[in-house]
């Protein structure tokens, strides 16, 4: 918040400075007679590069927004896919094991579809459930001392693919908590508010067609802050990362008819 206000003070500064310079340069400086046409010629540049502006701001913001989304969905199918290597992988070690690394790996997909992925969508903390799982599925993967070269080589390739979801489930953490940054959110409702106030300082509006036109520059303005919204969730309901690489893999029971953890 106090970078907003940092921002906007900071905008609100410079538009005096202006306005100020502009009064003291017509005070002492004498009026032309053709002054009122260049006026507004001069009106309609800053109109323009008020568009041109706005539009910059725009393509940054969904720039920005669809990387975050983009990284978000990379980093849940690394993770996804790592965890499924390891319950393929898991066929190479003795029964017992086996058994224990598939139930493990079949646990933490479940946790994080069940019970992580509200929480994302919240933007709430995750908890360190999900690292536990992990822990015991390494503990799980280790090379037992009986163990032989094949089932030894088997168990590293385990845990390296453990090494790989780790640092995938770490950034899927961070993306969990990314967002827009709220200085660009309110340079786009400033945008947003200079470029409907230009529709009334020309007058727009005053045939169908005109209305028309301010009514789809309206209309598409808010279908676009309200994109960059949703895409700043990477994990939201509308238009964010699914859990479709996990259950892609993973049998995943219905949360209304599973036992409770």
Known sequence: MNQVVEALVIGLVGALIAAGTVLVWHRYR??????????????????????????????????????????????????????????????????????????????????????????????????????????????????????TPAQQVTSLEVLAQLSDLDEARRGREANAEDSLSPVLWAGLAVGAVLSVCILFFFGIGRSPSQLVMAMGMVALTVFLGYLIHQLSMPFGDVAGVDTDPFTRYFAIPDSATAPPP
Do not use: C, F
């Open 30 to 147: 004498p009026q032309d007679a053709d002054e009122g046409d260049r006026g507004e010629e001069a009106a309609e540049y800053m109109s323009m590069m008020i568009a041109l502006l706005y539009a910059l701001l725009l393509g940054l913001a969904l720039v920005s927004v669809w990387e975050m989304r983009a990284d978000a969905e990379g980093n849940t199918s690394k993770e996804a896919g790592a965890l499924h290597q390891i319950a393929v992988l898991s066929d190479g070690l003795p029964p017992e094991q086996r058994r224990r690394v598939e139930a493990l790996a079949e646990e933490y997909a479940t946790h994080v579809v069940r019970d992580e992925w509200p929480l994302m969508n919240r933007r709430e903390q995750l908890g360190p459930t999900g690292w536990e799982i992990l822990g015991r599925l390494r503990a799980a993967a280790a090379a037992a001392p009986d163990s």
